[in-house]
């Protein structure tokens, strides 16, 4: 730069231009007081190594490093070229520089300050208020249930059901990819370009679920329900997107007390259909006002234009993690329609409070993903070594996966004992559970990380394998304790090291 850059007008006074120049840069070598005394030898001290008197400068900066590389970009940040690392130093490079500083002094740093602020402190109360968000929409279902024919099968559901279950797995799939779009620009504060996003894509992805299931066919009263759930989903998307999760509970005010209703006294169709609209109305309605909102915020200088092969991944990813929590709550049901070792007529399913657990589940699931980025921050800040640090970002890992699936398992008890004749899920049932929810919130952490590539891949492959053995007529609990617990096997060996470095937490 050909001078001083000024960022904000008068924020430094009078010498601001001097302020602005006041760079950090490499201490300055301390000058020795001259004392009195009998003339001394005006031949220069020369060290016999010049690394120790640029050690001795640099002793703060080093001692906090948990890496070379923190003091090698550092010194290169500082102006100094491989050249004079060489000429000054005696070293072939700053990184070689950097190793013997790493190597010469001891990691003492106090520990984090309490001016440090950590970047990935999550409310609870508001993953609480998720968590809600994501399981008072499957109380939709007791007011539809009338809507399927469960008098008539198809593919061994009853009509309508099928038509329901691509649509919600084409939802999942398409805002999954639509909200990591929007993530990415709220990110880079492009809130304008976000509302737009949401705008167009929530309309157009529930027109395409809608469409899917009215390809594949069913009573008009399950397609409608279809139609309504796809556009539920594309509403809630845009409110969860942008930080609306009480107007997201408000919207599900109507079906929750319609719901309790329900269980009480029995309600006509009619009414339990117009409590299903107040949602969709009220929810698409909220919506709408906050993607306006973001509408109305000021325009960006110059457009930007985000590339949609990265969301892809993501897109993927949701039709998996669609398609397993389908096999985990209809396996039971599929696997009789095959026909393959289950009796006739045999309704009770476990698998009732097992979802239930499992969405409540969610809220916890997004506490956790915070938890662990924060302890893993404060490691990095108190690690005084590599191997240090990567035992302790294990540890973490450990008791925030241990955590969250003790949850799970006391969540599906306590459902169970609610659920009017629920029969125990069994210790087979709990284990599929269990390693279900461990695969997806290792995935979900994986992601967070940048690994959605890889994360997707392995749910798809796992979502594959568990639907053919499904219609092969294997019994959904096996299908589930080998799938998942080798997708949990390869995420928690892929999590392991990559998580381990101290690169991935910056």
């Keep these: 730069m050909s001078g001083p850059l000024r960022l904000v007008p008068d924020e430094a006074g009078t010498d601001w231009a001097e302020q602005t120049m006041a760079l950090r840069t490499l201490p300055r070598q301390r ?147 639509l909200a990591h779009r929007s993530y990415s620009l709220l990110g880079r504060g492009r809130r304008r370009e976000a509302g737009r996003c949401l705008a167009i894509g929530a309309p157009a992805g529930a027109l395409v679920a809608a469409t899917a299931g009215y390809v594949v066919g069913g009573p008009l009263g399950a397609l409608c329900f279809a139609a309504g759930q796809s556009g539920y989903l594309g509403a809630a998307t ?59 915020t000021p325009q960006e200088a110059a457009p930007l234009r985000l590339p949609v092969s990265p969301e892809v991944p ?46 409540l589940s969610l809220g916890l699931a997004e506490w956790l993903l915070f938890r662990y980025r924060s302890l893993a921050v404060a490691a990095l800040r108190t690690s005084h070594t590599p191997g240090q640090f990567t035992r302790r970002t294990g540890g973490v890992l450990l008791g925030c996966l241990l955590s969250y699936l003790t949850t799970v398992a006391a969540l599906d008890a306590g459902a169970t004992l609610l659920w009017p004749g629920a029969p125990t899920l069994g210790i087979a049932g709990l284990g599929s559970l269990l390693l279900l929810g461990g695969a997806l919130w290792l995935a979900l952490l994986l992601n967070a990380f940048g690994l959605s590539r890889s994360t997707a891949l392995i749910c798809l492959a796992t979502a594959v394998a568990e639907s053919a053995g499904l219609l092969a007529g294997v019994d959904p609990t096996t299908l589930q304790l080998i799938g998942c617990g080798a997708a949990a096997l390869v995420l928690t060996s892929i999590a392991g090291p990559v998580l381990g470095r101290t690169t991935k937490h910056r």
Excluded: K
């Excluded at 397993?324 to 009796?343: F, K, S």
């Design 31 to 177: 000058r020795r007081p001259v004392l009195p005394g009998p003339p001394q030898d005006e031949t220069p001290e020369v060290s016999p190594d010049p690394l120790d008197e640029l050690a001795d400068r640099l002793a703060d900066i080093c001692a906090d490093a948990v890496h070379p590389y923190e003091i090698a970009a550092f010194l290169e940040s500082d102006g100094l070229t491989d050249e004079q690392a060489a000429l000054l130093y005696g070293r072939p490079d700053s990184f070689t520089l950097a190793e013997e500083l790493f190597a010469r002094i001891d990691r003492r740093y106090p520990g984090p300050s309490a001016e440090f602020a950590n970047p990935w402190r999550a409310d609870p109360w508001r993953c609480l208020l998720r968590g809600l968000v994501f399981a008072l929409p499957g109380l939709g279902y007791l007011l539809g249930a009338n809507l399927f024919a469960a008098d008539r099968m198809r593919f061994g559901l009853p009509s309508g059901m099928v038509a329901l279950s691509v649509a919600t797995l084409v939802s999942w799939s398409w805002n999954q990819a």
């Design 238 to 296: 845009v409110l969860l997107v942008l930080g609306r999760e009480r107007s997201l509970l408000l919207a599900l005010a109507p079906s929750a007390v319609g719901a309790g209703v329900v269980l009480a006294v029995d309600v006509p169709q009619i009414v339990r259909t117009v409590v299903l609209l107040a949602t969709v109305a009220l929810a698409t309605a909220l919506a709408a006002r906050e993607a306006i909102r973001c509408l109305r």
């Design 314 to 359: 993501h897109a993927l990813f949701g039709l998996a993690v669609g398609t397993l929590t389908l096999i985990a709550g209809l396996g039971t049901t599929i696997h009789q329609a095959v026909g393959v070792g289950v009796p006739p007529g045999s309704t009770a399913s476990p698998t009732g409070p097992a979802m239930v657990a499992l969405t």
